[in-house]
């Protein structure tokens, strides 16, 4: 059962699992409304260790240092899903601890997640749960043009395969170190659309307007709000999700991401916290992703999610740098001489291909010219996707 807590009033420490960029934006959100932020992260420099008010850094499964964050904090969150769920447990003996490790765990496994869909009745693609080499000589032909996936630990595309016979499954499922993986049928999807829910620890909901995602190499490269499709459509998404949030019981804020099928949606997967396709919500709606974890774990009501602007998000990876027409220097004066485009780095000391360094959010009165506004930031950071 769902059991509303006190507010916690400004001055309280909140605590954060992970040292990411998602942790850097939930502390400023925090500090903005007046709390005061403890990082817990292996890595004592990372993007929100640089934000936070101060940092244990030390391993998420460290006993020592479970321990003194929860002597510490009034209430905790994480930024990654693959925090150790005995560690969100361990917290939740005795701290609001948002998501609990319920949740967590489903997200954390493809083959959980999934069946959970399917379970309560949510819309999801075809798929099966692969362990043996027999449940891919025995997945039914319908799953064939198909994606496999790693069952943990994947992200942006990586631990994935298309495979578009049974055969080249298990030569991917081989490549793939047999480790447990499902099976899906590839979605002839016209568009891939994400909804941002949050649910409070009294049972509300909120939902943010429906995003719209464009990926390149596997790693989303735009988002695009309002998504472009019908009203009708984009209530159902919005629908499926209240859902989902609701039948994990869960707290906090989740992103579900979802393809467009026709006059369909099919739930691709989640993530329990706040995701890189929300980032628009900071300067886009009346409440950020940020601020509502914030708002959630300190247990005050939930915030307006209304969009005022419609926004792009253009997301900068490490390519940039070695693109740039000055070797290792993108153009930011010029970018940021844009009206109504918002730069945010993220503190990465070294920019990588294809790792986040940040993001850039270009908002304006129609969508049209926010999309236009999107592409000039992509032509100045010479991104080519
Ligand atoms: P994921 O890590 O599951 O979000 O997958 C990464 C990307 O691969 C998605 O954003 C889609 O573009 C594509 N993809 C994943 N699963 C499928 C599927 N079953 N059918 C078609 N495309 C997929």
Not at 311 to 337: C, R, S
Not at 370 to 376: E, K, P, T
Request: charged share 20%.
């Amino acid at each position: 059962m769902t059991v509303s807590q006190a507010a916690l009033p400004p001055g309280s420490w909140l605590g954060c699992l992970g040292g990411g960029q998602l942790g850097r934006m939930f502390a400023h959100a925090a500090q903005a409304m007046g709390y005061h932020v403890l990082v817990l992260d292996p890595d004592a420099n990372g993007p929100a260790a640089q934000a936070a008010d101060d940092v244990i850094a030390a391993p998420y499964d460290d006993h020592a240092a479970i321990a003194a964050l929860a002597a510490r904090v009034a209430a905790v969150t994480t930024e990654f899903e693959n925090v150790p769920a005995a560690t969100l447990d361990a917290l939740a003996a005795t701290l609001p601890t948002r998501p609990a490790a319920t949740a967590v765990r489903i997200a954390q496994d493809r083959r959980r997640e999934k069946t959970f869909f399917r379970d309560h009745g949510l819309p999801v693609g075809a798929f099966a749960v692969v362990e043996r080499a027999e449940d891919l000589r025995d997945a039914p032909a319908a799953l064939f043009p198909g994606v496999l996936k790693t069952a943990t630990l994947g992200y942006d595309g990586k631990g994935q395969a298309r495979v578009s016979t049974r055969e080249a499954a298990l030569l991917a499922w081989m490549s793939l170190k047999q480790v447990p993986c499902v099976l899906e049928a590839l979605v002839p999807f016209r568009a891939e659309i994400s909804v941002l829910a949050a649910r409070a620890s009294d049972g509300r909901t909120a939902v943010w307007p429906v995003q719209e995602n464009q990926h390149a190499g596997g790693i989303l490269d735009l988002t695009i709000v309002p998504a472009r499709i019908d009203a009708a459509l984009a209530a159902r998404a919005q629908q499926v999700a209240t859902a989902l949030v609701t039948a994990l019981d869960y707290v906090g804020v989740l992103c579900v991401e979802m393809f467009v099928l026709g006059d369909e949606v099919l739930l691709n997967e989640i993530a329990p916290r706040p995701h890189n396709s929300g980032h628009y919500t900071i300067e886009a709606c009346v409440t950020s992703q940020f601020e509502q974890q914030a708002r959630i774990l300190a247990g005050v009501p939930l915030g307006d999610t209304r969009l005022l602007e419609p926004a792009v998000m253009v997301n900068v990876l490490g390519d940039v740098w070695f693109d740039a027409a000055t070797p290792m220097q993108p153009a930011w004066a010029e970018l940021q001489a844009l009206s109504g485009a918002h730069l945010h780095l993220y503190g990465k000391a070294e920019p990588r291909r294809a790792r986040k360094m940040g993001h850039v959010t270009c908002t304006a009165p129609t969508l049209d010219a926010a999309l236009a506004l999107g592409q000039r930031a992509k032509a100045i950071l010479r991104i080519t996707a």
